[in-house]
T-cell receptor, first 113, second 111 residues
Framework: SQTIHQWPATLVQPVGSPLSLECTVE??????LYWYRQAAGRGLQLLFY??????ISSEVPQNLSASRPQDRQFILSSKKLLLSDSGFYLC????????????FGNGTRLTVT | GENVEQHPSTLSVQEGDSAVIKCTYS??????FPWYKQELGKGPQLIID???NVGEKKDQRIAVTLNKTAKHFSLHITETQPEDSAVYFC??????????WGAGTKLIIKP
């Protein structure tokens, strides 16, 4: 069966520090991968998605970036965090066909201080 | 642009009663409509989905109905229980393997 791993679960970082969040998927090949952010009590904002290695589409211009160095690995990064980067970050995967379910990881709670 | 409207934003029902959450989508090309349940501090979990060639789908106490003509779909939860308390999100398929999300409904089950 397929599983998605996301870490760390919680993170407290000072303003101006770098960020690296990692997500890996097991049990499937060539998944579509997604990074979402969720502010407290709010909806889901798509940040990045990838349909293949090295292919990244950005939905929201900001100081975050994403990379997909391997088929089932998706990384979210920042060189210098802002206070506004605080939130709940969710990685998700979808099978390669249209109308496939989206499966989420358990998220990373990021607090920028 | 593509959007999904979800109502109500908060729904409070007595335990044992039914709950209904409604969504309206704008893109007539959408043909896949999932519903997710998000518990506090966790990622959203798929609870039921429906494709455009089906008008209704049921899974135990949960059902989803789809009206393609009117571009709306609804989640029905019967015999609500305390563990149904959560935030529920609807979504509609968009372009480029993306989902267009509703804003969420906080469901509160009163004992």
């Amino acid at each position: 069966s397929q599983t998605i791993h996301q870490w760390p679960a919680t993170l407290v970082q000072p303003v101006g520090s770098p960020l690296s969040l990692e997500c890996t998927v097991e049990g499937t090949s060539n998944p579509n991968l997604y990074w979402y952010r969720q502010a407290a009590g709010r909806g889901l904002q798509l940040l990045f998605y990838s349909v293949g290695i090295g292919q990244i589409s950005s939905e929201v211009p900001q100081n975050l970036s994403a990379s997909r160095p391997q088929d089932r690995q998706f990384i979210l990064s920042s060189k210098k965090l802002l206070l506004s980067d605080s939130g709940f970050y969710l990685c998700a995967w979808m099978g390669g066909s249209y109308n496939s379910p989206l499966h989420f990881g358990n998220g990373t709670r990021l607090t920028v201080t | 642009g593509e959007n999904v409207e979800q109502h109500p934003s908060t729904l409070s029902v007595q335990e044992g009663d039914s709950a209904v959450i409604k969504c309206t989508y704008s893109d007539s090309a959408s043909n896949y409509f999932p519903w997710y349940k998000q518990e506090l501090g966790k990622g959203p979990q798929l609870i039921i989905d429906i494709r455009s060639n089906v008008g209704e789908k049921k899974d135990q106490r949960i059902a989803v109905t789809l009206n393609k003509t009117a571009k709306h779909f609804s989640l029905h939860i019967t015999e609500t229980q305390p563990e149904d308390s959560a935030v529920y999100f609807c979504a509609a398929s968009g372009s480029n393997y993306q989902l267009i999300w509703g804003a969420g409904t906080k469901l509160i089950i009163k004992p």
